[in-house]
């Protein structure tokens, strides 16, 4: 069951109602691999998702709920095998939690909205942030930004 307004509050591109669904819900809209990574913490393998090589320009959403992510401005080769940002679109568009799995504490990224897995942070990126958002491809949506066509 959806909680809220699937329409929700836009606020510079970042919908603030909270989503809530079932797990099958969840299960009906998305790929078994998008339902294993964003609703059950998965990962995928390295250098394997599709846009870790992507080089589109445009903006990066959440396949669960569209919610505004990461920015192809913010994107950048880490060579860790999985798309990286050194930021968010915005702050409000992604949340992060302690992580204690695989014996060590990593920082999660979470979708503020829906609460989807996204991957994780690392303080080893590039300026001007320092830090890396290891991303999985399977969990994002890229939207193509529009060209800018100029009339005469």
Same mark, same amino acid.
């Given at each position: 069951?959806? $909680? ?20 099958? #819900? ?8 998008? @339902?294993?990574? $964003? ?13 870790? &090589? ?9 396949? +669960?709920?569209?919610?505004?992510? @990461? $920015? ?12 990286? @940002? ?5 702050? #409000?568009?992604?949340? $992060? ?12 990224? =979470?979708?503020?909205? +829906?609460?989807? &897995?996204?991957? &994780? ?12 958002? +290891?991303?999985?491809?399977?969990? =994002? ?12």
């Amino acid at each position: 069951m959806t $909680t809220g307004n699937d329409k929700g509050k836009e606020l510079d591109g970042i919908v603030t109602d909270k989503i809530i669904k079932s797990d099958e #819900e969840w299960q009906a809209q998305l790929t078994p691999e998008q @339902f294993w990574i $964003t609703r059950r913490k998965g990962t995928e393998r390295p250098f394997s998702g599709r846009y870790y &090589h992507f080089a589109g320009q445009g903006t990066y959403r959440c396949v +669960c709920c569209g919610n505004e992510l @990461f $920015t192809s401005g913010a994107k950048y080769d880490s060579g860790s095998g999985w798309p990286s @940002f050194w930021a968010p679109a915005t702050e #409000e568009g992604v949340e $992060t939690a302690p992580d204690p799995g695989l014996g060590m504490v990593r920082t999660e990224v =979470l979708c503020s909205r +829906c609460g989807a &897995h996204l991957g &994780h942070l690392f303080k080893d990126g590039p300026p001007p942030t320092g830090l890396r958002y +290891c991303i999985n491809s399977a969990a =994002l949506r890229f939207v193509a930004e529009e060209p800018s066509g100029g009339s005469l």
